[in-house]
């Protein structure tokens, strides 16, 4: 018997959950190097040049770029047929809203009392301004959020949205919403290649949302591909690819960071893009050796994610009011104990409150009729979370 379209489309959502475990071990390297890069930052930030770290921790900003694509890819396969109407949709945000705002209000809240009270301690790199109501909603805005990493999730946000219309639409159709979403951003990029006076245009057009796009094209070109990938090729391009951004990073050190460069994609996006590609096509072919440590790490991605930075700053602030000059040794303790702190605030998060929010957002979405039947039946990892 012949499959159609919507069988294809089953088999497609099947594939991605024997794909789970490359894509949540993804999640751990991605998680752990971003930790490695503000680790960086933050022990030059307040002891110089006796950092314990090297300059190369830089590349940890790839982390945020793997993610990206990750999102794209993910919600391109949990969600393979269209919606049949607004329930659907309604579904569809409700799961994906309840997996980003709890946790993060978790971490959030307390900072902004901490900026009521003592304002010096937050945002010093702009004028120790907090814009409330858009940290807390997740909104674009010109200040960056009272939690530093949660600029990315501003991001996530507006793909949810986009995604949720896009995703009215099935095969060919889907592919032809995303290529116009790309062409719109690729040459309002090339015409204004620089910051626009309105927040909300930066967002919209960052070249950031590239790395969503590309994730959601690399989900729809592996359900078709069928092209087996030699171990030998497969991993010659992880090596290019990781050399690219690894040089890139090392050249240019914090310059990458900027999400409006223009050449963030080509240096850091397409890289991962390839990355993400080839380990998912490596396991389809029973060449990916999985690492249950990473599939560990990957499921508490999110937790750690959203706990890590304040820790780092805060310890290192505190541990350089009494120590000035700690040496290498020093900080190697320091990095341990603040790395322990992190571990233990990762799994409290995750265990109670990000763990629990997951299957309270699944329950909310049962609510509404015309659940997608492949979203429904994807185990709780497989959401989008940064």
Known sequence: MKLGPEAHSNTGAVAVRQQLLSIQSLRGVAAAIVVLNHAQLYQRKYFGDACFLPDSACVGELGVDLFFVIS????????????????????????????????????????????????????????????????????????????????TLVYEIYFYCVASLIFYCAGPRRVSLILIWLVVVGVARLVHPGLFPVACLNLWLS???????????????????????????????????????????????????????????????????????????????GQWPLTGLLVWLGNRSYSLYLVHLPIISGFLLLASRFVAH??????FLLTVAFLGLIALAMEMCYCFVEKPSHLAARGLARHFKGLDAAEAASPPVVASRL
Not at 89 to 111: E, G, K, N, S
Not at 126 to 131: A, H, R, S, T
Not at 326 to 331: A, C, D, E
């Open 72 to 151: 794209g890819f993910i919600m391109m396969q949990v969600t393979p047929n269209a919606f049949r109407d607004w329930r659907d949709q309604i579904a569809f945000l409700i799961r994906r809203f309840c997996r980003i705002y709890p946790a993060y209000w978790t971490v959030a809240l307390p900072l902004i009392c901490v900026w009521w009270f003592a304002p010096k301690l937050i945002n010093s790199n702009q004028g120790n301004q907090v814009g409330v109501l858009s940290s807390l909603l997740l909104m674009p805005s010109q200040i960056v959020p009272v939690l530093g990493v949660a600029w």
């Open 207 to 285: 070249t950031m949302t590239i790395e969503f796009m590309a994730g959601m094209l690399l989900a729809h070109a592996l359900r078709y591909a069928r092209m087996r990938v030699p171990s030998f090729l497969a991993i010659l391009l992880l090596v290019l690819a990781l050399g690219a951004a690894f040089h890139h990073a090392v050249v240019h050190g914090r310059y990458l960071g900027d999400p409006y460069s223009n050449t963030r994609f080509v240096f850091y996006g397409f890289p991962a893009m390839i990355i993400i590609g080839t380990i998912i096509k490596m396991e389809l072919q």
């Open 326 to 331: 700690p040496g290498k040794t020093g900080l």
